[in-house]
């Protein structure tokens, strides 16, 4: 411990600080000094917590200094190791308000011998933000405890700590408010002198004015202070969530002098608490690339052999990899980030992922490879974030994970999940970003940069772990300007990414080049190859990044053919010689209505056995069966006697989810991305010709006929509800000319042609005029969407404080736009006895469930008599009583099950539900 400083003179009234709890613990049976921990002691148990973290995370302790700032590297760090602990260690000074220790009258009285009337009407996060602005600032500069140069102007300083002071005050994970709170009104006298004789108690033990430097005001030095104050708010929830834990700060009401708890109790717990809690880092694997990761790969594709053997320097950076399926992106960008980490740029990596399944899928494959990428003696976790993963048997067989532990269905949330992942970060659905591996939607990472609770937590564990964004090209407007959002505040805090797409679109290449640099304080440069398959490659520096044509991979180059078809019999016809020929057939469609619809008219024509239905309008317990009965029949695995013969009909759910493989493929007109896609699912894995004759990659468009001349009504007229889904009408014309001139698709050399031919400023000319008012609206949404997210989005350089519109308690701020959605829970009521639609044990409740457009139900329907009184009994025992949900009771009549709600506008609407067909929602 370092000498006392004389400029910190003691006070007689030293002992003022020990009259005021922190933490009341009501423990049967305690002695009443049992019952609470002093708020000076638990005050240190959170600064211990938060310079452990940072001395046992030499990386993360790294992204706290401002870079290229002060002569002295080594001085500024030990400056910064006493000035976080010493603001942490003020967290909670709003605590000293009278009115906030009247939470518990009986602890006032026996501490200070007093009782009080005032109410607790302001939050103690908020006061202590306002006492820290005012007192505590007045002492900091006075005094000069931070060693800051005298010649400067107060009021700048000021503003550059202001962050840091929203920062450690919002320990409970948003920003304190603004308000300008009258301190007379909030605190006696005597509350803010003990506040302030504790800050003076913390200068002494942690801030050393012996430091000779002055650290000097600059404009870099407040954009680099904010930057630091949205991972000083990470730290700060983090270090109070583990020095708020029972088992490992006790309790404790003695009176001692600061140092001695802080040498004796503080630092000892927390860093056996850090230790168990398994967020320090584990030791990266020296041994890397394909061979060391994926030793069952003997032939690395050309895409893994660039990832093996290219340049990459000990800087925060960013690829783009754009390449086809198949071509072992997944494993190309895991060697990279291993790279990566071998250099010390990330401990773990985060895997965003579009959808719940095409994550669960990646934990799947990931559950035992992880391990690889640190060394063996080391025991790296591994989470699964999303809200619905506890549904996987195979997940709840992982972790042992029993019903007790599924969390309330409150969005959002993520559930946590490991192979090998400690109790702590599996009890919470906020720390998914802190495992050294984690696996989830890219919502999860989304909601780092969005006004969410914790948000800055996710962003702290984000920081550390390599980012790797799967499916980009899925992401629409809304989502993309997040994601930008994301990549900027990424590099900001070092952080090093991976993006990984089919095709981008030029324009979305270059927005995700560009705001990446914007975080490395640069302007970026522009795209300028147009090859494929293509890596693009952002480092520091003005030049931006460099692009990598890659040589096309064999094993995925092909040609489907194509083509374009209005007439229904033409269809039929073309399923019809399919199945005859032995072959397998799935027919696309874009809605739900629509594949229910062509389902009905299908399975007329076939046996009812071959002709199966999949979309997401199931309850999820019959979805998660029929998902694994498609995946039996139409995977990798399936064989002839399964696949022959059969018939999927389905919605968008197989474009990116599952590793499907049809011998012939019908498409309704989609966009061009989208049905390059679903041409993917052709042949898409080698069948020897025992298995049958699968004949030449076949796709059928179904879609209106392309002339120059068509009505505003072409897309609509046979699409009326895809209309809605899809409504860039002429970027549709666009696809269906394209396809109708070209005849095939050809992968990877018309990557291009197609993508850019669809989407590029120049093509967009070609579009028939009675199109271009559709398209015009349809661009002026996309563009509404955008500014929608720009309004939602954290501003890095604002630092981290309440801003304008956000974090208002009474808004939830989404990680995606679109139609409002209502969860259906389905029950069954058989004149006497409510029971859910699902006979799925611990996990019915979550089985019967579906998530539909709020336009199509809203609400549910009062009932009476002896079935309202069981609706009432079952609520009651419901998670959160079945609030956010619409309960239907189903009744079984002349074999159908039907039920009643009520839709957006009040109407009652009759549903009827079949576990092959789904829900229909009828007027």
């Not at 696949?643 to 009909?649: D, F, H, P, T, V």
Request: proline share 5%.
């Amino acid at each position: 411990m370092k000498q006392v400083p004389e400029w910190f003179g003691m006070s007689d009234n030293w002992e003022n600080y020990f009259h005021y709890w922190g933490k009341s613990r009501s423990v049967p049976g305690s002695a009443p000094h049992q019952s609470y921990h002093l708020l000076v002691y638990h005050s240190l148990d959170v600064a211990a917590v938060g310079l452990q973290i940072l001395k046992s995370d030499p990386a993360l302790s790294e992204k706290f200094t401002p870079s290229g700032l002060f002569p002295d590297h080594l001085v500024f760090q030990e400056w910064l190791n006493g000035a976080i602990p010493f603001l942490l260690a003020l967290h909670d000074i709003g605590k000293f308000s009278d009115r906030f220790q009247n939470l518990v009258p009986e602890l006032l009285e026996e501490l200070k011998g007093i009782t009080c009337n005032r109410r607790y009407t302001v939050h103690h996060t908020d006061m202590g933000r306002a006492l820290f602005e005012k007192d505590v600032w007045q002492k900091i500069w006075s005094q000069n405890w931070f060693c800051l140069d005298e010649h400067d102007d107060q009021e700048d300083w000021k503003e550059a700590f202001k962050p840091w002071f929203f920062a450690v005050a919002g320990h409970h994970g948003v920003p304190p408010k603004r308000s300008d709170y009258s301190l007379s009104n909030l605190f006696e006298d005597e509350n803010r002198e003990s506040a302030l004789l504790f800050a003076e108690a913390c200068g002494r033990l942690f801030l050393n004015k012996e430091i000779n430097t002055r650290i000097c005001f600059s404009e870099s030095i407040i954009q680099q202070f904010y930057r630091i104050s949205w991972l000083l708010a990470g730290l700060s929830v983090l270090s109070d969530w583990i020095g708020s834990n029972n088992d490992f700060f006790p309790a404790c009401a003695t009176p001692m002098p600061l140092e001695r708890y802080w040498n004796d109790y503080a630092v000892p717990r927390a860093e056996k608490a850090i230790r168990i809690f398994g967020i320090l880092p584990c030791t990266i694997s020296p041994e890397s690339g394909m061979h060391a990761l994926f030793p069952a790969i003997s032939s690395p594709t050309p895409l893994q052999s660039f990832a093996e053997s290219c340049h990459i320097p000990s800087t925060p950076q960013l690829f783009i990899i754009e390449e086809a399926t198949g071509s072992g992106k997944t494993e190309a960008a895991l060697i990279l980030a291993h790279r990566m980490m071998s250099l010390g740029l990330g401990e773990g990596i985060y895997l965003g992922l579009p959808t719940m399944a095409t994550a669960n899928a990646m934990y799947d494959r990931l559950t035992t490879a992880y391990q690889l990428l640190y060394s063996p003696d080391t025991c790296p976790s591994l989470i699964l974030a999303h809200s619905a993963r506890h549904l996987s048997e195979k997940f709840r067989q992982s972790i042992g994970y029993s019903h007790q532990d599924v969390p309330e269905q409150e969005f959002p949330d993520e559930m946590p999940a490991s192979a090998q992942c400690s109790i702590w970060l599996s009890d919470n659905r906020k720390k998914a970003m802190l495992a050294h591996i984690g696996i989830g939607t890219i919502d999860q990472a989304l909601m780092a940069v969005l006004p969410f609770r914790h948000q800055s937590m996710r962003l702290l564990g984000l920081s550390r772990n390599i980012l790797i964004v799967d499916e980009v090209h899925a992401y629409d407007p809304y989502v993309a300007r997040v994601l930008q959002n994301l990549l900027e505040f990424h590099a900001a805090m070092g952080g090093s990414a991976i993006l990984l797409s089919a095709t981008l679109p030029k324009a979305q290449r270059q927005g995700y080049l560009t705001a990446y640099s914007a975080g490395l304080g640069y302007t970026g440069g522009n795209i300028r190859q147009s090859h494929y398959p293509l890596v693009t490659h952002v480092t520091p520096g003005a030049a931006g990044s460099d692009e990598f044509p890659i040589q096309r991979c064999e094993m995925t180059a092909r040609t489907v053919e194509v083509a374009c078809t209005d007439d229904p019999a033409h269809v039929r016809r073309y399923i019809s010689d399919a199945l005859e020929a032995g072959r397998c057939t799935c027919w696309v469609k874009n809605t739900v209505d629509d594949a229910i619809e062509t389902y009905q008219t299908i399975s007329k024509q076939f046996p009812e056995a071959h002709v199966l239905l999949f979309h997401a309008r199931f309850a999820m317990g019959d979805r998660l069966r029929i998902e694994q009965e498609v995946l039996r029949m139409f995977g990798k695995e399936s064989d002839m006697e399964l696949r022959s013969g059969k018939i999927l009909i389905a919605t968008q759910v197989i474009e990116q989810s599952l590793d499907l493989d049809f011998d012939s493929m019908v498409t309704d007109l989609a966009p061009m991305d989208l049905i390059i896609q679903r041409a993917g699912r052709l042949h898409r894995h080698t069948r020897f010709p025992k298995r049958g004759n699968r004949g030449v990659p076949r796709l059928i468009v179904f879609t209106p006929p392309v002339s120059e001349s068509v009505t505003t009504t072409w897309y609509s007229a046979l699409f009326p509800k895809a209309a809605f889904v899809y409504e860039n009408h002429g970027q549709l014309w666009l696809t269906a000319r394209l396809l109708t001139e070209q005849g095939h698709i050809t992968m990877p050399d018309d990557a291009r042609l197609l993508i850019e031919g669809t989407f590029n400023e120049s093509a967009q000319k070609e579009i028939p005029y009675n199109l271009k008012d559709q398209e015009g609206r349809a661009e002026g949404r996309k563009f509404a969407d955008r500014a929608i997210a720009q309004l939602n989005i954290l501003q890095l350089n604002k630092g981290y404080t309440s801003t304008v519109n956000q974090w208002q308690e009474d808004t939830r701020t989404p990680t995606r736009l679109g139609e409002a959605k209502v969860t259906v829970l389905l029950l069954r009521w058989d004149g006497s006895r409510l029971s859910f639609w699902s006979s799925e044990g611990d996990f019915a409740e979550e089985m019967s469930q579906i998530t539909i457009s709020e336009r199509k139900i809203s609400r549910s329907r009062e009932y009476g008599g002896v079935l309202g009184i069981a609706l009432n009994e079952l609520k009651n025992n419901l998670k959160g009583r079945g609030k956010w949900r619409v309960l239907v009771p189903l009744r079984e009549v002349d074999g159908i099950w039907q039920g009643e709600a009520l839709d957006d506008k009040n109407g009652e609407v009759v549903l009827h539900y079949d576990e092959r067909i789904g829900l229909v929602v009828k007027k």
